[in-house]
């Protein structure tokens, strides 16, 4: 399979060398006003950091551990509120699908079609976001090897799409937990596309609050550090004014105020590990022998 960076999403270049893209927003839309409250929030910590910030929400938590749950406003008052926000903030938005009629409805507004991981080895989905021509960010399953992420890879090269990412968001350690195995991540790189680490759905615990699924946000900025020492291009928070209140996910979302100090850390462990590489490669000669 041959390398194919990096990715265009939106007007950000997202691979090896690019500035760290950050993917945030709350977990689900609940109003259009807090949507723009949060973007806004966004833009400003773009302005004082050297990351690409893309804003993303769901229109549709079809995957939610109870029927009766809080799923969203549905898609087309969803896409509007995306679309505003695109319109008013200047960020590139995203959100998850779930059908090819989604797929191709979504491309129509968004700069990331994002497919969710229970859904990462549906061919018609994947193929209905690659036609869209927008980049595709495909999260891996919880029950797949990192490795096998190459079929998904391969059917959205098939459809035609070029700007491909990865995204690690754990795997199943029995029931109701989650773990993260970092050798994944340069699996995946070795497919030739970013990589994205998911830190906030890494620390899920699914359906262990009943009818709902908990988790533990003390642990997502560890876990994001971790994956900025192994080498991701990006990194995927959710986040809200108060997660607590919010209908999905609060549990394990990064509060509003906090978010801006997680990713500066974040971010020095990232720009560190490329100064190491950078130095290495210097005292390599041409063929990687030392000089």
């Known amino acids: 399979m041959n390398p194919h960076l990096p990715a265009l999403v939106g007007p950000y270049r997202v691979g090896p060398g690019e500035p760290l893209l950050v993917i945030a927003g709350p977990c689900v839309i609940e109003t259009a006003d807090l949507a723009l409250r949060i973007a806004a929030r966004l833009v400003e910590m773009a302005s004082r950091l050297p990351i690409q910030v893309v804003f993303k929400a769901s229109y549709d938590k079809a995957n939610r551990t109870s029927g009766t749950s809080f799923r969203g406003p549905g898609i087309d008052e969803g896409l ?36 969710p991981a ?16 927008k980049a595709v960010n495909v999260k891996k399953g919880q029950f797949l090897a990192p490795g096998d992420m190459k ?43 970013p990589v994205i680490f998911d830190a906030t759905h890494s620390v899920q615990r699914p359906a262990s609050l009943g009818e709902s699924t908990g988790g533990d946000r003390a642990l997502v900025e560890p876990l994001a550090r971790a994956a900025a020492a192994v080498g991701i291009d990006g990194v995927f928070f959710e986040t809200h004014p108060e997660p607590e209140t919010s209908p999905s ?10 978010l801006q100090g997680v990713v500066e850390r974040v971010l020095r462990i990232h720009e560190a590990r490329l100064a190491g590489e950078a130095s290495l490669a210097g005292e390599a000669g041409p063929a990687g022998e030392p000089s």
């Open 80 to 115: 509007a509120v995306l679309e505003m926000v695109r319109r008013k903030t200047g960020l590139p938005v995203t959100t998850d699908v779930h059908s090819a009629d989604e797929a191709t409805a979504a491309g129509g507004v968004c700069d990331v079609v994002q497919i």
């Open 118 to 133: 229970f859904l990462c080895r549906q061919t018609d989905i994947l193929l209905a976001a690659a036609a869209t021509g």
């Open 151 to 193: 079929h998904a890879v391969a059917k959205l090269l098939a459809g035609g799409c070029r700007d491909i990412l990865l995204c690690e968001r754990g795997t199943f350690f029995g029931y109701g937990r989650l773990v993260n195995d970092f050798t994944g991540l340069p699996v995946m790189h070795s497919l030739g596309v």
């Open 249 to 258: 996910d609060g549990a394990n979302m990064v509060p509003l105020d906090a």
